[in-house]
């Protein structure tokens, strides 16, 4: 149970800062990406040493394709980052109301109002794919670097997000986009099944390629 609450936890702080960074505090957009980016790093050496530090059903999708992940331990961890954004999302909903802030702030949820759902679909794609490969080849057993591995990961997602902020929200992650989806509803909502299938192809794409390049032993 402990790496599962390791996942429920990593992805709560995920959620919690990086939307907290866009809602309460009306951060930028270096301050969003940093926030996504830092998030993931703090968390990555807490608890890292005790789940793997994925805190993203794409994450844990590709370590599973990858055999770095029984099936088992995939099911839960899914289930685990799901709950953890969600229950972060909540939290951010009482914050907001505690704060009395107009429904207009939203909950961080991405979405694509100025592209098309299929331009979405592959920008998630395509992003995913860079941030889980470079995931697969800094903690792999030959190239990775155990002790600098969790800042390259957050300085990857953090300027990822970046880019990525004008055109889907920058989400990579279906536990990430699910909590603040539930809450905002909407097209956030409805437009869910981009969030959900771009980023476990991309991540499935990048599980094949870091094999290729040697990834794996």
Same mark, same amino acid.
């Given at each position: 149970?402990? +790496?599962?609450?390791?996942?429920?936890?990593?992805?709560?702080? =995920?959620?919690?800062?990086?939307?907290?960074?866009?809602?309460?505090? +009306?951060?930028?957009?270096? *301050?969003?990406?940093?926030?996504?980016? =830092?998030?993931?790093?703090?968390?990555?050496? /807490?608890?890292?040493?005790?789940?793997?530090?994925?805190?993203?059903?794409?994450?844990?999708?590709?370590?599973?394709?990858?055999? @770095? &992940?029984?099936?088992?331990?995939?099911?839960?961890?899914?289930? $685990?980052?799901?709950?953890? /954004? !969600?229950?972060?999302?909540?939290? &951010?909903?009482?914050?907001?109301?505690?704060?009395?802030? #107009? +429904?207009?702030?939203?909950?961080?949820?991405?979405?694509? #109002? +100025?592209?098309?759902?299929?331009?979405?679909?592959? %920008?998630?794609?395509?992003?995913?794919?860079?941030?889980?490969?470079?995931? =697969?080849?800094?903690? $792999?057993?030959?190239?990775?670097?155990?002790?600098?591995?969790?800042?390259?990961?957050?300085?990857? &997602?953090?300027?990822?997000?970046?880019?990525?902020?004008?055109? !889907?929200?920058?989400?990579?992650? #279906? *536990?990430?986009?699910?909590? #603040? /989806?539930? %809450?905002?509803?909407?097209?956030?909502?409805?437009?869910?099944?981009?969030?959900?299938?771009?980023?476990? =192809?991309?991540? *499935?794409?990048?599980?094949?390629?870091? @094999?290729?390049?040697?990834?794996?032993?």
């Amino acid at each position: 149970m402990r +790496k599962y609450f390791a996942e429920f936890i990593g992805t709560f702080m =995920l959620v919690f800062i990086g939307t907290g960074t866009v809602t309460v505090a +009306k951060g930028g957009t270096l *301050a969003i990406g940093l926030a996504f980016g =830092l998030a993931i790093t703090m968390m990555a050496y /807490a608890v890292g040493g005790v789940s793997g530090g994925n805190f993203n059903p794409a994450v844990s999708i590709a370590m599973l394709i990858n055999g @770095r &992940l029984s099936a088992s331990d995939t099911i839960f961890y899914i289930i $685990s980052q799901f709950l953890g /954004a !969600t229950v972060a999302s909540a939290m &951010l909903d009482f914050f907001e109301h505690a704060l009395n802030l #107009p +429904k207009s702030v939203g909950f961080g949820q991405t979405d694509f #109002p +100025k592209i098309s759902a299929g331009a979405a679909f592959c %920008f998630e794609t395509i992003i995913t794919f860079l941030f889980v490969f470079v995931i =697969l080849m800094v903690t $792999s057993d030959k190239f990775g670097n155990a002790t600098m591995a969790p800042v390259a990961i957050g300085l990857t &997602l953090a300027f990822l997000i970046i880019v990525a902020l004008n055109l !889907t929200g920058g989400s990579l992650n #279906p *536990a990430r986009s699910f909590g #603040p /989806a539930i %809450f905002a509803g909407g097209t956030a909502l409805s437009h869910y099944w981009v969030y959900l299938i771009a980023p476990v =192809l991309g991540a *499935a794409i990048a599980a094949f390629v870091g @094999r290729w390049m040697g990834s794996e032993d």
